[in-house]
């Protein structure tokens, strides 16, 4: 089965709401083994929304729509699949009376514009939406489907769930597609794919390399009949994965970089604390984020003694980082400090980059391990990539520590 997913409403083509819905759909229609070749986001215009989906129906089996289904005079998904397939909305008086009693339990006399929330088409059946007051549309006409939820992301979940699956699972068949995301730090994307390159001409599990905020994304997509077998498909090719690619792999999924950090800490029943200037605290927010139990506390230093009360700090950004690490680590008696700092980079003609210098300590002030790294990207992507190689220093040690 062919799909395309259509995200309706102006305020995206303005920049106003990113479309998180398309990109979980287009995650959710490939666990269903339905094949997503177009993602479209189109405004709230009867004319360009209703050609859109002319093309939609030429070339797809199924349209998956998120937005346009509510009460104002904006809201025209309704309107313009009725135009598509020529068909007359009328209201239903079993959702009139569902929709009059939404407002009734709430105390709210129900204003009459949102009765177009009730209409309906013939090729349509109702998808319920118990949470709202827009009802959505689930559409059957000449061997096509068309779908269309709520755009606020809460209610669509619910919809797609509960009422979109059940209908789209007898429709597609039984294949699935599983994938599992396996996250990588220390190691460039083409570096990762260089080193992966015997295990890519594999067709099922398929494999893919991508460059994301928190390091390399390596993702393995096995489709088969049932989730169960695809799992296994993944599980056989785990190994090879992890052999080629070792401790570089930090995660898979959902899994943050903090999160398995703090977890090593955890195993061990130690803490850390940071010092830091140049990532503003950032580095602290994702270990407090990890777990707070294990997290001392933080430190953010305007690279001066008076910010945070050192004496003597010196001018160069490992020591600082250094004097940084060892005093947070005294203060808040952790079992590890880290500090960070880091330097302008002067460049003719350019920007100033940034030397940006990372340092990690023991109770006792001994340093365990350092890193320095030269950025002359734009300072919010050297803060991140500073973040990630801080918390990837102690993963490190802790790795190297470990038994």
């Given at each position: 089965?062919?799909?395309?997913?259509?995200?309706?409403?102006?305020?995206?083509?303005?920049?106003?709401?990113?479309?998180?819905?398309?990109?979980?759909?287009?995650?959710?229609?490939?666990?269903?083994?339905?094949?997503?070749?177009?993602?479209?986001?189109?405004?709230?215009?009867?004319?360009?929304l209703t050609d859109h989906l002319r093309l939609a129906w030429s070339r797809s089996d199924l349209i998956v729509m998120s937005g346009g289904v509510g009460p104002t005079e904006d809201d025209l998904t309704r309107e313009a699949i009725a135009g598509l397939l020529g068909e007359e909305m009328h209201v239903v008086p079993e959702l009139e009376a569902d929709?009059?009693?939404?407002?009734?339990?709430?105390?709210?006399?129900?204003?009459?514009?949102?009765?177009?929330?009730?209409?309906?088409?013939?090729?349509?059946?109702?998808?319920?939406?118990?949470?709202?007051?827009?009802?959505?549309?689930?559409?059957?006409?000449?061997?096509?489907?068309?779908?269309?939820?709520?755009?606020?992301?809460?209610?669509?979940?619910?919809?797609?769930?509960?009422?979109?699956?059940?209908?789209?699972?007898?429709?597609?068949?039984?294949?699935?597609?599983?994938?599992?995301?396996?996250?990588?730090?220390?190691?460039g994307e083409s570096a990762v794919e260089e080193l992966l390159r015997p295990l890519l001409a594999s067709e099922n599990p398929t494999i893919a390399t991508y460059a994301k905020n928190d390091g390399v994304h390596v993702r393995t997509s096995a489709k088969s009949t049932t989730v169960h077998e695809a799992a296994i498909i993944l599980d056989g090719m785990?190994?090879?994965?992890?052999?080629?690619?070792?401790?570089?792999?930090?995660?898979?999924?959902?899994?943050?970089?903090?999160?398995?950090?703090?977890?090593?800490?955890?195993?061990?029943?130690?803490?850390?604390?940071?010092?830091?200037?140049?990532?503003?605290?950032?580095?602290?927010?994702?270990?407090?984020?990890?777990?707070?139990?294990?997290?001392?506390?933080?430190?953010?230093?305007?690279?001066?003694?008076?910010?945070?009360?050192?004496?003597?700090?010196?001018?160069?950004?490992?020591?600082?980082?250094?004097?940084?690490?060892?005093?947070?680590?005294?203060?808040?008696?952790?079992?590890?400090?880290?500090?960070?700092?880091?330097?302008?980079?002067?460049?003719?003609?350019?920007?100033?980059?940034?030397?940006?210098?990372?340092?990690?300590?023991?109770?006792?002030?001994?340093?365990?391990?350092?890193?320095?790294?030269?950025?002359?990207?734009?300072?919010?992507?050297?803060?991140?990539?500073?973040?990630?190689?801080?918390?990837?220093?102690?993963?490190?040690?802790?790795?190297?520590?470990?038994?």
């Amino acid at each position: 089965m062919r799909g395309e997913i259509v995200s309706v409403g102006t305020e995206l083509l303005l920049g106003h709401i990113t479309d998180t819905n398309a990109s979980w759909l287009a995650q959710e229609l490939s666990k269903l083994g339905i094949d997503c070749y177009y993602v479209s986001q189109l405004g709230d215009n009867l004319g360009r929304l209703t050609d859109h989906l002319r093309l939609a129906w030429s070339r797809s089996d199924l349209i998956v729509m998120s937005g346009g289904v509510g009460p104002t005079e904006d809201d025209l998904t309704r309107e313009a699949i009725a135009g598509l397939l020529g068909e007359e909305m009328h209201v239903v008086p079993e959702l009139e009376a569902d929709l009059r009693r939404f407002f009734e339990r709430r105390g709210i006399q129900m204003p009459e514009r949102n009765l177009k929330q009730a209409t309906r088409i013939a090729s349509a059946r109702t998808l319920a939406n118990p949470v709202g007051t827009a009802p959505g549309w689930f559409v059957e006409r000449d061997g096509k489907v068309i779908v269309a939820m709520p755009g606020v992301p809460g209610e669509m979940f619910r919809m797609w769930e509960h009422e979109v699956v059940p209908r789209l699972q007898s429709l597609a068949g039984q294949a699935v597609i599983l994938t599992r995301t396996y996250k990588v730090i220390g190691i460039g994307e083409s570096a990762v794919e260089e080193l992966l390159r015997p295990l890519l001409a594999s067709e099922n599990p398929t494999i893919a390399t991508y460059a994301k905020n928190d390091g390399v994304h390596v993702r393995t997509s096995a489709k088969s009949t049932t989730v169960h077998e695809a799992a296994i498909i993944l599980d056989g090719m785990e190994p090879n994965v992890r052999a080629v690619l070792g401790h570089a792999i930090y995660g898979t999924d959902n899994q943050t970089l903090a999160g398995v950090t703090i977890a090593r800490l955890a195993s061990r029943g130690q803490t850390v604390a940071v010092g830091e200037e140049f990532t503003g605290g950032l580095i602290s927010s994702e270990l407090q984020e990890g777990g707070h139990d294990h997290f001392a506390g933080g430190v953010v230093s305007a690279a001066s003694a008076e910010s945070v009360g050192l004496d003597d700090v010196a001018s160069g950004a490992h020591a600082r980082a250094l004097d940084l690490a060892r005093r947070v680590a005294s203060e808040f008696g952790a079992d590890y400090g880290i500090g960070q700092a880091a330097d302008l980079a002067p460049r003719p003609n350019a920007s100033p980059g940034r030397h940006t210098h990372t340092v990690l300590v023991d109770a006792t002030g001994h340093e365990l391990a350092r890193s320095h790294r030269l950025d002359t990207t734009a300072p919010r992507i050297i803060r991140t990539r500073a973040v990630l190689n801080a918390l990837n220093l102690l993963r490190e040690h802790l790795i190297s520590t470990d038994g």
